[in-house]
């Protein structure tokens, strides 16, 4: 049996520890953590993905499973650590780099080493590969050394993994043949070898395409604004054209990959990158327009009191990375206008900077309701309480995602449809 060590057991991490595990394989998952390290000894997780916590169980009964702060010798070492971005927008490598000399001491010749850490273009022939040779390992002959991004959405995270087509760059041809055939014995979905610097850019590629064409219908969003047109109605008569897949608007841009991802390549080639680099520009206005126009829904209100809904960056998980609400969150608190209060069912204390509340504690009382974050529990919102509890019953949808009845008492201005609210602000002025 191949044993498999895995470094960092975060959203990406934990999980792929435990695919390999319930395939069978010996694996150590390595945490700097201790906290995480003693929950997943103890078969418990400190994430939210659908799944997981059955599968921790189950394979951590079983023994294929256990947790430590220092690696083993193992056949395989897969680093899955955040990679996260300085102030200035460039990528920060640290962890990566900790990681590949902390897994140092233990390898061995012919192991295989792959990086499933999200990386700039080059990183693994420009920093990894020499970590390695300073240490005395030949990364072209000693071992098997690739990048094998991962791909997966949050909320199926282990469907994916298993199903998704992976990318193995090697630096080596027999590089990527040989961690190619790691994920083989656990992957239903193809198995693609290239070079390692090629795996890098499509990855980084699929989330930059992702996220320039959100921005196109952030733009849309705003310039629907100033015209008083309906974005979401523009957006689903565009889309008939068999050509035509306009996505929708939102309030930014968040999580570890959309959000952070195209800097890894505009830090590369700045000057050859100005459409990526506006379109991050763009996403990252959304939180001043959704703070603008919640101005403009309350601007009668001497001390309007705000629900806010939701603080991750996407819907049903409790990721908070990179969240364009936790921005929108701040800047509201910051504003002495405003009496706030936030809710979001699948966030803890600990994560967030500020104090949560229930959802029917939020909305007592509230002259706006916002929503930030496409969670079922508020696609499914009761109409009735709602009404009952606030003090005007009316929505900002960021998220376009409350379904309401045609006979709805609510309000419910959603951010691409203002007109509305233009109406109300344009008769004010008659």
């Known amino acids: 049996m191949k044993k498999i060590c895995v470094i960092g057991l975060g959203y990406i991490g934990l999980p792929t520890a435990s695919v390999f595990a319930k395939a069978g394989y010996d694996v150590l998952g390595v945490d700097v953590n201790k906290r995480v390290v003693d929950l997943l000894n103890k078969g418990e997780i400190h994430i939210e993905e659908i799944g997981l916590p059955e599968m921790v169980r189950e394979v951590v009964a079983a023994g294929n499973l256990k947790a430590s702060v220092t690696p083993e010798k193992a056949d395989v070492f897969i680093i899955a650590v955040p990679t996260p971005i300085h102030e200035d927008y460039t990528a920060n490598v640290d962890y990566v780099k900790d990681a590949t000399k902390a897994i140092v001491p233990f390898i061995e010749k012919g192991n295989v080493v792959i990086v499933e850490s999200t990386i700039p273009p080059r990183t693994m022939d420009d920093v990894v590969a020499p970590i390695l040779a300073e240490a005395g390992i030949d990364p072209y002959n000693d071992v098997y050394l690739a990048h094998c991004p991962e791909r997966v959405l949050p909320g199926r995270i282990l469907i994916e993994l298993i199903e998704n ?174 009496d706030v209060r936030i809710h979001d069912p699948h966030v803890r204390d600990e994560q967030v900077p500020f104090k949560l509340t229930t959802l029917e504690e939020a909305a007592k009382d509230a002259h706006l309701l916002v929503i930030l974050v496409d969670h079922t529990e508020f696609k499914l919102m009761d109409e009735g309480k709602l009404t009952e509890n606030m003090k005007t019953p009316v929505i900002f949808d960021t998220r376009n995602c409350l379904k309401v009845a045609d006979d709805t008492k609510l309000t419910v201005h959603r951010i691409g449809d203002l007109t509305k609210l233009s109406a109300i602000q344009e008769a004010s002025l008659l």
């Open 165 to 338: 087509t992976r990318i193995v760059g090697g630096i080596t041809p027999e590089a990527a043949t040989k961690a190619g055939d790691v994920y083989r014995a656990v992957v239903t979905g193809d198995v693609i070898e290239t070079e390692a610097v090629t795996a890098e850019m499509s990855k980084l590629m699929e989330n930059t395409f992702r996220d320039v064409n959100i921005a196109l219908a952030n733009e849309l969003a705003k310039i629907s604004a100033r015209l008083g047109v309906n974005a979401h109605h523009v957006i689903e008569l565009a889309n008939k054209h068999p050509r035509v897949n306009i996505h929708l608007p939102g309030p930014g841009v968040g999580g570890h990959c959309l959000a952070v991802d195209p800097y890894f390549i505009i830090e590369k080639a700045q000057a050859e990158s100005p459409l990526i680099a506006e379109s991050r520009r763009i996403n990252n206005s959304m939180p001043d327009f959704v703070v603008e126009q919640i101005g403009r829904l309350t601007a009668e209100l001497k001390n309007p009191v705000l629900a806010v809904c939701g603080l991750t960056y996407k819907g049903n998980i409790d990721d908070v990375r990179e969240s364009p609400a936790i921005e929108i969150a701040e800047k509201l608190l910051a504003d002495s206008r405003y």
